[in-house]
């Protein structure tokens, strides 16, 4: 089991400028989870955002961040960022890290919420015009 709490959102950003959320885990076994970042607006769904490849260190992102966000992860310190850059207003939401012990493929990319077994408590983040 994992226990997820994330950090680094809370305040007002304006467009343009560069924020980066971290997410502390627990356990032992971190680096076996798949990590992935998801957020959510109010009166929308939670929306994938980034993710890793489980084997290997290839990422993924959503259409709507490739290009201008980051995700890493540090295993030794059981740790996974986000880089956020050229914040947009439409990138104001809740974000979630998230961790998945599921099995799918080696190759596969967890864009899917369900996959996940485990979500932090969430950091808002809230981009001005």
């Known amino acids: 089991q994992?226990?997820?709490v994330e950090?680094?959102?809370?305040?007002l950003v304006q467009a343009g400028d560069s924020l980066r959320l971290s997410c502390a885990a627990?356990?032992?076994?971190?680096?076996?989870?798949?990590m992935g970042w998801f957020r959510q607006a109010p009166g929308k769904e939670r929306?994938?955002?980034?993710?890793f490849r489980r084997s290997g260190?290839?990422?993924?992102?959503?259409?709507s961040v490739n290009g201008r966000f980051t995700i890493s992860r540090d295993n030794a310190k059981n740790m996974v960022y986000l880089q956020m850059n050229s914040l947009k207003p439409e990138d104001t939401a809740k974000y979630y890290c998230a961790a998945s012990s599921r099995y799918v493929s080696?190759?596969?990319?967890?864009?899917?919420r369900f996959l996940y077994d485990?979500?932090?408590?969430g950091t808002q983040v809230t981009v001005s015009s």
Request: cysteine-free.
């Open 106 to 112: 080696d190759t596969y990319y967890y864009t899917d």
């Open 57 to 63: 260190s290839s990422t993924y992102y959503a259409n």
């Open 47 to 51: 929306e994938f955002v980034a993710t």
């Open 7 to 11: 950090s680094g959102g809370g305040g």
């Open 26 to 34: 627990s356990g032992r076994t971190f680096s076996s989870y798949v």
């Open 118 to 121: 485990y979500w932090g408590q």
């Open 2 to 4: 994992v226990q997820l």
